[in-house]
């Protein structure tokens, strides 16, 4: 009994020596050693750079310095699916394009969405279609603005015929003159008083469609130093001050239309 146990330990033995042997023969280890020899060297944190011949694959990436796609028509492809058949970003030849889901490649500054035109120094822009930008007639030199002229000497200068169909124009007292004359003259004149009450009276207004022309007074003609004055008041009326109180004393605001 225990010859046959001797014999099948023996074998045992024997076979696991054949087998370790013939797997030690049949590896071939590196020529030299790592990394000069046909072992990969590992990435490291050094600061000598390296090359990896094949994919790597991270979770994420965070880069402190420049990033170089090296070669030409390079992808930096979104999603799962790389090169023409994403979509992301890529470099024609030269030529940056990019492409949405399901779009396709298309240069930076132009499709949809994109901006393009020139413009000309000191002109204000405006959008000649949906996408693109153009001068206008307005004429900015940083202190006027000029409609027509590129000289304009006042804060707006227009060259050229103005049309106001509505609201008329407001002038710098606060007056409003919405008809102008015809046939090179006034059309209309009226005036309104004021009797002092004490040494002072304030006119009613011009009416409407009038506009003030000037102010006066009147009072007693053998005491001339009683007019103390008569001055524009508001946008269409005149203030006199009488220098005492006394009868007949006027003040007047003349309209013209």
């Not at 990033?67 to 979104?78: C, E, K, P, Q, V």
């Not at 001068?135 to 940083?142: F, M």
Request: net charge positive.
């Amino acid at each position: 009994m225990r010859s046959i146990t001797s014999h099948i330990v023996t074998a045992i033995v024997t076979a696991t020596l054949f087998l370790g042997l013939s797997r030690a023969y049949a590896w071939t280890g590196p020529s030299a050693a790592p990394p000069n020899s046909n072992v990969s060297a590992p990435i490291n944190v050094g600061t000598v750079d390296q090359v990896k011949n094949a994919g790597l694959s991270l979770n994420a990436l965070a880069v402190f310095g420049n990033t170089i796609l090296s070669g030409s028509s390079r992808y930096l492809n979104f999603g799962t699916t790389a090169g023409s058949g994403g979509y992301g970003i890529r470099d024609n030849a030269g030529t940056m394009q990019f492409k949405n889901s399901a779009g396709s490649w298309t240069a930076f500054g132009s499709g949809s969405g994109s901006l393009s035109g020139a413009g000309t120094a000191n002109y204000l822009a405006k959008w000649s279609s949906a996408s693109a930008l153009a001068d206008t007639i307005l004429y900015d030199n940083g202190t006027n603005v000029g409609i027509g002229t590129t000289n304009p000497t006042a804060k707006l200068q227009v060259a050229g015929q103005i049309h106001s169909s509505t609201g008329g124009i407001k002038f710098p007292d606060g007056t409003v003159q919405t008809t102008a004359a015809t046939g090179g003259g006034i059309t209309a004149a009226t005036t309104q008083n004021c009797e002092a009450i004490g040494n002072s009276c304030v006119t009613p207004a011009c009416p409407t469609g009038y506009f003030r022309s000037g102010c006066s007074m009147s009072g007693d003609m053998y005491a001339p130093e009683a007019l103390m004055g008569a001055s524009p008041y508001g946008s269409a009326q005149c203030s006199c001050v009488f220098a005492a109180s006394r009868r007949g004393q006027v003040c007047y605001v003349y309209c013209l239309k």
